[in-house]
Structure formats: structure tokens, C-alpha cells
């Protein structure tokens, strides 16, 4: 397996429900990140984490929780959305926190997320 | 406050026809720039940047843009479009120096036309 993997690539949820989106990286890089593509929005960051530590927390409902029990795996635990929550949530990866001239973040393929 | 204004939310062209995909930016300092692609069911993908040094950047699948510091821009060009060139394309900018944060444009879907 190479680069950034997100599972699920589609995940269908009710308000009530809870769940968890999952990302794991190969490429050896120790800062990860959880972007939301909404239609007609710009890339929206959410959560950074380097070296395994939440280093921003962009202003996100605390029902977006994320955890990165190491640094190679990261993930988002979801619990009462609302339907504007739904959107492409898309995991990112690089060597370093943006740091350098060099530095370029690496994405998965993202999770289509529908709240319904 | 940067921002990032990609002209044109969607653009279509013939194959072999020439691509151009606008991006200004508003910075009060010179800032790095970034062309990402993301494909259809695709995450995102680094085409080219620009950091310093020479303002004409060349990019992977024969993509390349420029840094007019006096226009604010940083237009994507690619002399002859292809059928796999269709995607969606995104600006994005960050600060020099120690500020991390990339603001990204709002992305421009290009169609390339048999």
C-alpha cells in the first residue's frame, strides 16, 4: 500500500448516529490533516496534528472529535451531525507541519459523507 | 486578509486546444504559491509551486504557471489539453515565512472536449 488511504469512501448517517472516518498513511510523514470540501466553499482545514499533538483546531463543532493514536493513523469520530454536515472529508499528510519550502501535503481520496 | 480568486468556476476547451486557469491573490507580501488537480473521486494532488527563484514553474503532466508579482497572479497554462486533463483545479496560497495556513480558491472544473 502506498500513500494516504481513507476509509470509508462513502459513508451514509442518520443525526443520531455515530461514527468514525479513518486514514492511514505509508509515506513516513509525521504531521496529518482533516480538510472539509464543500460545494462552492473553499478547502476548509480543520485539524492538525504533528508529532501525534493537536497543534490547530480550526473553530470546529466539538461533534467533529478527531484522534491520532499514532503517526501513521488518524482519525475523525463523528456523532449528532447535522445535515450541513454533509461534504468530501478529505485526510492530508506531510513531512513536517507546513514547515520548509519543500513541504507538500499529500491527500487521500476523501470519505462522501451524507447526513440524512 | 490573503484571499484567492480563481476567474471562472468552470471552463471548457477542445483537446489540443490551449488550457488557462486564472488564480489572483491578494497578499500584502510575496507569497508561496500552489496549483493542486484533484481528479474525479480523487483527492488532491500538487501539479507545481512557486517558492522563489524563477517565476515560470513547470509542473507534472506538462502543466506550468508564472508569478506575476505585478498582476497578483498565477495563471495555470498547458499548451494542449487532453481527454485525462478533466478535473477540478485549485489555488492555493500561503504567506512566507512562518505562517503556515494555505487559503485555497474556490477551484475551477475544467472540460476538455473531443
Known amino acids: 500500500e502506498t500513500g494516504v488511504t481513507q476509509t470509508p469512501r462513502h459513508l451514509v448517517m442518520g443525526m443520531t448516529n455515530k461514527k468514525s472516518l479513518k486514514c492511514e498513511q505509508h509515506l513516513g510523514h509525521n504531521a496529518m490533516y482533516w480538510y472539509k470540501q464543500s460545494a462552492k466553499k473553499p478547502l476548509e482545514l480543520m485539524f492538525v496534528?504533528?508529532?501525534?499533538?493537536?497543534?490547530e483546531n480550526n473553530s470546529v463543532p466539538s461533534r467533529f472529535s478527531p484522534e491520532c493514536p499514532n503517526s501513521s493513523h488518524l482519525f475523525l469520530h463523528l456523532h449528532t451531525l447535522q445535515p450541513e454536515d454533509s461534504a468530501l472529508y478529505l485526510c492530508?499528510?506531510?513531512?513536517?507541519?507546513?514547515?520548509?519550502?519543500?513541504?507538500?501535503?499529500?491527500f487521500g481520496q476523501g470519505t462522501r459523507l451524507t447526513v440524512v | 486578509a490573503q484571499s484567492v480568486t480563481q476567474l471562472g468556476s468552470h471552463v471548457s476547451v477542445s483537446e489540443g486546444a490551449l488550457v488557462l486557469l486564472r488564480c489572483n491573490y491578494s497578499s500584502s507580501v510575496p507569497p508561496y504559491l500552489f496549483w493542486y488537480v484533484q481528479y474525479p473521486n480523487q483527492g488532491l494532488q500538487l501539479l507545481l509551486k512557486y517558492t522563489t527563484g524563477a517565476t515560470l514553474v513547470k509542473g507534472i503532466n506538462g502543466f506550468e504557471a508564472e508569478f506575476k508579482k505585478s498582476e497578483t497572479s498565477f495563471h495555470l497554462t498547458k499548451p494542449s489539453a487532453h481527454m485525462s486533463d478533466a478535473a477540478e483545479y485549485f489555488c492555493?496560497?500561503?504567506?512566507?515565512?512562518?505562517?503556515?495556513?494555505?487559503?485555497w480558491g474556490l477551484g475551477t472544473s475544467l472540460a476538455v472536449n473531443p
Open positions: 496534528y504533528s508529532l501525534e499533538e493537536r497543534v
Open positions: 492555493a496560497v500561503r504567506k512566507a515565512g512562518n505562517n503556515r495556513k494555505l487559503i
Open positions: 492530508a499528510s506531510s513531512q513536517g507541519y507546513l514547515k520548509g519550502l519543500n513541504t507538500e501535503a499529500f
